[in-house]
């Protein structure tokens, strides 16, 4: 290797691999205005550049490996804004052995992927220059085997803006090489470049780059639509928070002032749910990745920006609370309290045995004694009881589901659950325990003196028992056949025959009022 070679590669922090040309660095006369596509053929071919966040994967590993490392150690908060005190470069060194990280599952586009590989056929030599960490640059252009070399953020130095523009300059000469990036931090680096490509740019940063650079290419891509954002927030999940109802129905609580205050809580509830699912999800987007129906989630896939995301989390928060404080101070404690223990298990307790689905089912009763504190009744320890059974069992057959795929995909067993495929058995036979449990403790409500108080027929109630026996067999046995959605819960709503049979169970249940 000659010299000039030995030193770019010192000042460029970057990364060989072998039998790479040595001819890197063009001379005054490869300039173009038109590209360096178009350079003569006698000269070594002009170097393509790509960007890694945003623009060949649709994320962000420094969002990534931050929320990786506070689901697996929540802890670790004080210790990364004592990082981030530092400096980014300090922050992303600290952050960059993530122990989920998996290069292989990451979104790329296929955009930026075709143009790399046009220019691979050109003879090209291809590089990647991002401003995440070595470490994981270094192992996604590994994985990839595309690239000739790469440029990263060291523990010192964050290769970002500036600091990439005058590493890549340094290393190719002024408009020597073509650059692929998608945001107003790669707008110093097309400064420089012959041919800028960008991809998923702003209007306000697209309008910058058409005015600093006469050779501009915008590649196409998907934009999020309504539908994206909606599954992202999980509006088919609000049916859900219908159970804030059920204290209305039961107590037979038919005035405005009541039905008012209940769609307040509904609202209040999906609002909560909405922003704590998008936080779930940015907490789960390896897990989510390794899943087979799991990976179609828009973060997890690439559909929506991570920091779209991070951004609408407390919006959602902010606005629940402002309905929260419109219904009574008694709902504004359980919705806080709801929020309290859905952050826990997203963060905590859904990576514990156990503890994951009793929080899971702690979650839809909070629903119905948030449901009550609108409404200001006591709710009964039968019902919280026979709710909490319920839905235990219903949790239960979501971990049997995922065990039965995981079984059947021949999968091994997750890293994110603290349950094993040895495990199906068991799961089986704790959800079908917890079901008939909550038969018996409806049951015992329908012989209350409870039930005696509010229903004019409660004698009627015991017909929608055996009509509720019926539809969590039959989920046991979809369950086991492994015929049931990744949520029982959404299966339910979408199933025929569960429609018709709990609507069945419904219709006993008011005609005892």
Partial sequence: MNELHHEFLLRSDFSPVPQQDERLKPTPASLSAVGCENLETARPPCPLVVDLDGTLVRSDLLIETAFSELSHRPYSAVDLVSALCGGKARLKHRLSQPVDFDPAILPYDEEVLKVIRTAREEGRPIYLASASHERLVSAVAEHLGLFTGWFATSETSNCAADVKAEKLVAAFGEGGFDYIGNDAADLPVWRHAAKSYAIRTSHAVAQKLTRQCANVQYLSHDKATWRTWARLLRVHQYVKNGLVFVPLLINQLFDVHSIVSAGLAFLAFSLCASGVYVLNDLVDLQDDRGHRTKCRRPLACGEIPLSDAIVVIPILLLLSLAVAVMVTPGFVLVLAGYFALTTAYSFFFKRKMILDVVALASLYTTRVIGGAAAL????????????????????????????????????????????????????????????????????????????????????????????????????????????????????????????????????FVMAAM
């Fill in 376 to 507: 200001s009744v006591w709710p009964s320890p039968w019902l919280l009881a026979f709710m909490m059974s319920w839905f235990l069992s219903l949790a239960l057959v979501k971990r049997y589901t995922e065990l039965i795929g995981r079984r059947t995909a021949r999968l091994p067993d997750s890293k994110g659950r603290d349950y094993r495929k040895a495990d199906i058995g068991m799961v089986g036979a704790l959800a079908a325990g917890a079901g008939m449990n909550a038969l018996t403790l409806f049951a015992l409500y329908a012989a209350s003196d409870n039930a005696q108080d509010i229903y004019a027929r409660p004698g009627m109630l015991w017909l929608a028992g055996p009509i509720l026996a019926c539809w969590i067999a039959r989920i046991l046995m979809l369950a086991h056949r492994g015929q049931m959605h990744d949520d029982p819960v959404v299966f339910a709503i979408k199933d025929k025959v569960s429609l018709a049979t709990l609507g069945a169970a419904s219709i």
